[in-house]
């Protein structure tokens, strides 16, 4: 149980358009999605946390009019980098909070790779 | 505010060999502790974690860690270790009721024949 999908898992795009990441969680429904970017070697930068119905609540210095995070259903959330440039390039991971049972347990995706030329 | 703190970023051992990774945390209100492992390319996968109750923590593959209130450390233990546990491991923690994670910069276990 407890399964995060991400797609795509791997996308190459040119500078100047948009991408869509979407999260899915498989086997449970989730209230609260988390976004989050990892840089080569690095540890884990949460970006936004992404409750259902409501709009998402980002971390210091991460521009919401650039990284677009939607909460339609409780198994689905969405990241979009709008107008991405080589900058935006990084490895992208999603990850879902079970609403009830196991609380503060967070069940991560398997990321997907952004690369902007 | 929380912070987590992973003394190694790097830990090579050999096969068969036991390991221990150490986590040390702060935070001023009770937490929420998890280790965590990353293989390359690929999304993060829970090992084990500590809500509350037993101290000793058994998680998949192995591992085990357990929970240090006086001394603010939740280090993650195995026995004897295989080819397979090759991967970057993160201690993370989180507290009060938003389940935000702190993450720590991550440790580099590599496993030697």
């Known amino acids: 149980g407890a399964v995060v999908s991400q797609h795509p898992s791997r996308v190459i795009c040119k500078s100047g358009t948009s991408v869509k990441i979407e999260c899915r969680s498989l086997d449970f429904q989730a209230t609260t999605m988390f976004w989050y970017r990892q840089f080569p070697k690095k540890s884990l930068m949460l970006m936004a946390t992404s409750n259902e119905g409501s709009k998402a609540t980002y971390e210091q210095g991460v521009e919401k009019d650039k990284f677009l995070i939607n909460h339609a259903s409780l198994t689905l959330s969405t990241l979009t980098v709008t107008s991405a440039h080589p900058e935006d390039s990084s490895f992208y991971i999603c990850?879902?909070?079970?609403?009830?049972?196991?609380?503060?347990?967070?069940?991560f995706g398997p990321g997907t790779r952004l690369t902007v030329l | 505010a929380q912070s987590v703190t992973q003394l190694d970023s790097q830990v090579p051992v050999f096969e068969e060999a036991p390991v221990e990774l150490r986590c040390n945390y702060s935070?001023?209100?009770?937490?929420?502790l998890f280790w965590y492992v990353q293989y390359p390319n690929q999304g993060l996968q829970l090992l084990l974690k500590y809500l509350s109750g037993s101290t000793l923590v058994k998680g998949i593959n192995g591992f085990e860690a357990e929970f240090n209130k006086s001394q603010t450390s939740f280090h993650l233990r195995k026995p004897s270790v295989h080819i397979s546990d090759t991967a970057e491991y993160f201690c993370?923690?989180?507290?009060?009721?938003?389940?935000?994670?702190?993450f720590g910069k991550g440790t580099l276990l590599t496993v030697n024949p």
């Open positions: 935070s001023s209100v009770s937490v929420y």
């Open positions: 990850s879902a909070s079970l609403v009830a049972g196991e609380q503060d347990t967070q069940y």
């Open positions: 993370a923690v989180s507290g009060g009721s938003n389940y935000k994670l702190t």
